[in-house]
């Protein structure tokens, strides 16, 4: 089956059918490299016979917001080994000197206190009509409209509002700020919505969506990390103008909504449920998501994850039991994709990654 009827039958839950295969992403690539097993340039399409992937639409932000332009990224202070650097979206971070990625940083400061930095520092990078938003527009449009003729999924990806305030603000500010300065809050909501809704709206205007996806991370290992009452006055009105308005600009008006949730996603299921999403993942097992169970519980969901990350770096016999245990049932009802719950880890062996393809390819056809 082509990798776009794969997604059909995924997205209308359809039963017993193929199941895609990709994969979240990857920690393990320098240490598979430097042991030889593969080289930089390998096609790990290929390699893993995963599917061809939607054709994605990125220019939104993801774990922050689409700054147009970005801050200057300057070393703020040297401090021996370890230095603070202010990066593109205007936090100091304490990283190590000379690399600023591949690991988490400390997040000292970020650059919305109060309306008067939210104005100076951040508001009007957020203009839906700069021009220099669109410079490339036409070539990505025009890449994406042959994606669509060629028959694959477009999908517009986006930094969910949680995120995004706690990139502007820093999550333990930000629960303060819910208090403190409510009309802050809605503020930089307003915004979000402006910027999301004029660039899509952009995009629409070129290619029709099938599917919108929110970066959120809303959730910790029990529960989500703001109250639903939060969630329903802060982030909900704004998601749901913004559906409102995408669906309105569709030749079709159904269109697939999925967040992002890390964590215990079934602390917020029935709640996003509640304004269309759809379509939930990574579904991270140590914060006690188990996709069977969710699937009993949630017949009607599209689940992307699942997969036990911790157990792929316990070898084979590890792998086929959780296999054993999670895809038949799975396969059997539909809508789910397998992927480890977030980027395989460094300490996964390269051969126990090979078995685990090769088995969850038993089920792609």
Wanted: charged share 30%; with cysteine.
């Amino acid at each position: 089956m082509k990798s776009v009827d794969k997604y059909k039958a995924f997205y209308n839950l359809v039963p017993d059918s193929p199941i895609i295969m990709k994969e979240f992403g990857y920690l393990c690539l320098d240490r598979w490299i430097k042991e030889g097993h593969i080289k930089e340039d390998t096609n790990l399409k290929e390699l893993f016979g995963f599917d061809d992937h939607p054709f994605e639409l990125f220019n939104l932000g993801w774990c922050e917001a689409d700054f147009c332009p970005f801050f200057k990224e300057e070393v703020i202070e040297d401090r021996g080994e370890y230095e603070v650097v202010r990066d593109y979206v205007g936090r100091h971070v304490l990283c190590f000197k000379g690399r600023r990625s591949g690991f988490m940083p400390e997040y000292i400061d970020h650059p919305v206190k109060d309306m008067k930095t939210w104005m100076d520092n951040v508001e009007w990078r957020m203009n839906p009509n700069s021009p220099e938003r669109y410079i490339n527009i036409d070539e990505l449009l025009g890449k994406a409209a042959k994606a669509k003729a060629e028959g694959r999924i477009i999908t517009q990806r986006l930094v969910g509002g949680y995120m995004y305030l706690r990139s502007l603000m820093g999550p333990e500010e930000l629960l303060y700020m819910f208090y403190d300065d409510p009309e802050l809050i809605h503020a930089c909501m307003r915004k979000w919505l402006e910027l999301a809704d004029g660039v899509i709206a952009r995009h629409q205007r070129g290619v029709e969506l099938d599917e919108v996806f929110i970066g959120e991370d809303i959730c910790y290992n029990v529960s989500s990390l703001i109250s639903h009452d939060m969630i329903k006055e802060f982030l909900f009105p704004y998601y749901q103008q913004l559906i409102k308005n995408i669906k309105s600009r569709q030749k079709k008006q159904d269109i697939i909504l999925q967040v992002d949730t890390d964590g215990h996603v079934e602390s917020v299921l029935e709640l996003y449920k509640s304004i269309g999403f759809n379509y939930f993942s990574p579904m991270e097992v140590a914060s006690g998501c188990d996709v069977v169970e969710i699937r009993k519980k949630h017949p009607d969901i599209l689940i992307l994850g699942g997969f036990d990350k911790r157990i792929l770096a316990q070898g084979k016999q590890a792998i086929d039991r959780e296999i054993d245990r999670i895809m038949p049932f799975m396969k059997k009802h539909g809508g789910f994709i397998p992927t480890c719950d977030h980027s395989v880890p460094e300490e996964v062996d390269f051969e126990d990654y090979v078995h685990f393809r090769k088995r969850l390819l038993e089920f792609s056809k």
